[in-house]
Nanobody, 126 residues
Framework: QVQLVESGGGSVQAGGSLRLSCAAS????????LAWFRRPPGKEREAVSC????????RYIDSVKGRFTISRDNAKSTLYLQMNNVNDEDTAMYHC???????????????????WGQGTQVTVSS
């Protein structure tokens, strides 16, 4: 049974940093591309970033480029999202997701992902 468990969320002041983690079990992470999605309060879910199965290809939405960094450690079966210089618009529930395959490519659409974590809340205060 595939399990994705996020951690690292919390309250942070604007301009601060946070690192989210997503621990995966029940799958060989080497075979999966991964992504972070978020749902801000009262808004639709949106993709934040994705990474291909080898870790060499990454994608970001424009609003987080230069501030967030996605990475993975397949040996530890863990996905990360380093969030720097956060602002109010980053307040959301963050979910990690896994999709089988994806070499030198990753998807930014939720429909491409079959496995999801429960999420971790990030709240940015001014």
């Amino acid at each position: 049974q595939v399990q994705l468990v996020e951690s690292g969320g919390g309250s942070v002041q604007a301009g601060g940093s946070l690192r989210l983690s997503c621990a995966a079990s029940g799958l060989n992470l080497d075979d999966y591309s991964l992504a972070w999605f978020r749902r801000p309060p009262g808004k639709e879910r949106e993709a934040v970033s994705c990474i291909d199965l080898g870790g060499g290809e990454t994608r970001y939405i424009d609003s987080v480029k230069g501030r967030f960094t996605i990475s993975r450690d397949n040996a530890k079966s863990t996905l990360y999202l380093q969030m720097n210089n956060v602002n109010d618009e980053d307040t959301a529930m963050y979910h990690c997701a896994a999709s089988y395959g994806g070499s030198q490519w990753c998807a930014m659409l939720p429909g491409n992902y079959n496995d999801w974590g429960q999420g971790t809340q990030v709240t940015v205060s001014s």
